[in-house]
Nanobody, 116 residues
């Protein structure tokens, strides 16, 4: 059974940091590209960061470049999102996605709230 379980969300002040984790099981993690998406209330889901399965190349939304870092540990079947210098506009539900060709798996999300 495929599972993607996000964790690490919470309430943080502006300028603070959080580290999200997504633990995967039920598929060959190392063969999948992993992406973090987010969806704020009333807005469409948007791509935040991707790490490619081969070579570890990364890609970021312009809004998070220089502040967020995506990484993966294939031995632990886990992808991370280190979020620094958080802003109120980063508040959203963050979702983990695994993708390989036409196959795509989603987690249930973790809430991040940035507020003073």
């Amino acid at each position: 059974q495929v599972q993607l379980v996000e964790s690490g969300g919470g309430l943080v002040h502006p300028g603070g940091s959080l580290r999200l984790s997504c633990a995967a099981s039920g598929f060959t993690f190392s063969s999948y590209s992993m992406t973090w998406f987010r969806q704020a209330l009333g807005k469409e889901r948007e791509l935040v960061a991707t790490i490619i399965w081969a070579g570890g190349r990364t890609n970021y939304a312009d809004s998070v470049k220089g502040r967020f870092t995506i990484s993966r540990d294939n031995a632990k079947s886990t992808v991370y999102l280190q979020m620094n210098s958080l802003k109120p506009e980063d508040s959203a539900v963050y979702y983990c996605n695994a993708n390989r060709g036409l196959v795509s798996y989603w987690g249930r999300g973790t809430q991040v709230t940035v507020s003073s």
